[in-house]
Structure formats: C-alpha cells, structure tokens
C-alpha cells in the first residue's frame, strides 16, 4: 500500500530535483520567461495553458515548470530559478518579506471537503483525526485549518498530497479517508463510489486559490512580456466564461494535455463548465477587492496574521499589468 507520506514523498523530491536543475533566470532577455507552478498540468489549468500558447504566439519566450509544491515554486522565484511563480504565497510575502508581488489572480477557491462515510458524517467526526491536503501554505490547506477553527476540531495531522487527482485516487483506494479535491474529482470519486463518501458543507470562503507572482525587478524591466501575458490571460478567461465548451477545441488546437486519459477527457466540458458557474475565473485577474478578500481568508485561516483592514493591498500586490490591461480590452 502506497501511504500519503510516501505519495508526498516521491513527489516532493520530484520537484526538488527539477528545481535543482533548473539554471538562474535572473538576468533573462526581454521577452523570456521561465514559470514554476506549484501543481502539476491537470485539466483544470487547461485555461492557463491555452493563454501561454497565445502569448508565444505574440512573441513572448514562455518555458513552464510544473513543480508540484506552491513552496517550492516560491523558492524558485526568489532564488531567481524563474521569473514568474504561480501560487498564493501570502505568508512567505509576509513573513518573509519576499521581493515578489502578485499581479494576476487566475482562479478563486472552488474546492470540497471529502469524507468517506465508513468513518466519517461531519466535521466533528474530523476531531483528532489525519487529513490530506495539496502543500503547505495552499488554499487546500487554508480552508481545512479555516473549517477546523468553525467547527471547533484539531487535526491529529496533515499529510501533504500534491495534486487533486492523486488525493482523489487515494480516497478511492483508501489511502486517505477525509481530503479535498476540485470539482472534476470531487465527481470522479462520486461517480466510481456512489454512497460511500460525503462533501463537507463549506460557507463564506471567498479567496484566490491561484495567482501569478513574480520577483519586482522582473516585473519592472519586463513589462511588455507581462502584459502580454496577462492579456491574453484575460483573453481567455474572458472566451471560457462565455462559452466552456471552447476549452475542448482550444486544447486540440494546441496539443495540451496529449495524454490525458479518456476518463479525464470527457470531463474537460463539464468541470469548465460547473467552474464558470461557480465564478471561479474572474474576468478581469484581479482587483484591490479580491485582495481584501484574500486578507479576510487566509488572516482566519492562519497564513496570514494580523488585522486584515489594516493590511495594505500594495504590499503584497502590483495592479499596474492589470490596470494596462483593462484599461485596453475594457472591463467586464
């Protein structure tokens, strides 16, 4: 049996090795950009992956590292391994004072709690009890801590478990028996075990599960690069939000995801779909509001500490690749 520490394990010295061979970016020509991703390429960053094909398209040299651990793409882009880091890396921003900003949010958390019924109805039952979530410092981990403080409850503790594909299958084999997935695997364990597990009912959590950061010297001497990037970021997330269905030609178009299993590819329309309708993908990256609600989120959940009004927007944000964004293709 494959346990969650092992699953952990294996992955974290993946993305370690890789982040030991990736080379210092620091003084990349305009125009290049290397990005680490704190997770691996599923079907849910599909909508990421369309914009960065389109932003080669436009002349921008894009290379991404799929890294499998938020901390560890953050230590790339502070190492100066990479320019550009994908993640929410609020308390190394905090706490660490980290050169970086954030200047594009590209998901907000859509996640669900996940029991399975053999052992478990409700949060109390959760008390004293092993959870799995994506890494440390995730929103995965975030909401966990956040719905262990509502209800009252301890985790005896936290396997880390990167991946919502691989927490979804350790549910299913019992690897794991309480964890949270997106919405493509909370239906793929529903669907391959109708009755034997249960999402935990989760209110009032309103954050950024992904954005874009990078180091501010990056931001300053790259701006034409940046924009770019984010523009046709809010190209397509603009283009999936009125029509999901797109994802599925948009994909072919540009060979993403070549072996994606069946299973994982009939699913491509309706998790873009339930996403959309859940407001998953702002249409416009971002806004001094949405980080009001991610100082509100994640002050509750423990990554960030003090009192959330006083926390300023421009310490952890840099709005101007937006603002020229916006400011060209208009706001919706």
Do not use: C
Not at 11 to 22: F, H, K, P, R, S
Not at 77 to 91: H, I, L
Request: aromatic share 8%; no cysteine; glycine share 8%.
């Amino acid at each position: 049996m494959t346990t969650t520490r092992g699953l952990f394990a294996s992955a974290a010295g993946a993305a370690a090795a890789i982040l030991l061979t990736m080379a210092p970016v620091a003084d990349a020509a305009e125009g290049q950009m290397h990005i680490a991703f704190g997770d691996i390429a599923t079907v849910e960053t599909l909508g990421f992956q369309i914009a960065i094909e389109r932003a080669k398209e436009r002349g921008v040299d894009i290379e991404v590292s799929y890294l499998k651990s938020e901390d560890i793409a953050a230590q790339a882009v502070v190492g100066g391994q990479a320019n550009v880091g994908v993640g929410t890396p609020y308390a190394m921003l905090q706490k660490v004072k980290a050169p970086i900003r954030i200047f594009y949010q590209i998901s907000a958390l859509r996640f669900f709690p996940i029991v399975n019924t053999e052992f478990y109805k409700d949060w109390k039952d959760l008390d004293g009890q092993e959870i799995a979530v994506h890494s440390r410092g995730s929103g995965t981990e975030a909401i966990m801590m956040l719905m262990a403080q509502r209800h009252g409850i301890t985790y005896s503790n936290i396997s880390y478990v990167p991946g919502s594909e691989v927490r979804a299958g350790a549910l299913l084999q019992g690897n794991v028996k309480a964890s949270i997935v997106d919405s493509a695997n909370r239906k793929l364990v529903m669907d391959k075990a109708p009755g034997k597990f249960v999402v935990l009912p989760m209110e009032g959590v309103n954050a950024t599960d992904e954005a874009l950061y990078a180091n501010t010297d990056y931001l300053a001497n790259n701006q034409e690069s940046i924009d770019v990037l984010v523009e046709e970021l809010i190209r397509t997330t603009r283009e999936i939000n009125a029509n999901p269905a797109v994802v599925v030609d948009l994909r072919k178009q540009y060979n993403l995801l070549p072996e994606l299993p069946a299973d994982q590819e009939a699913e491509i329309t309706s998790y873009f779909e339930e996403s959309v309708a859940s407001g998953a993908f702002p249409s416009n990256g971002g806004s001094a509001a949405a980080a009001q609600d991610d100082f509100d989120f994640y002050t509750i959940a423990g990554q960030l500490e003090g009192d959330p009004a006083s926390l300023q927007a421009a310490d952890f944000w840099e709005f101007g690749p937006l603002e020229r964004a916006v400011a060209k293709l208009g706001s919706e």
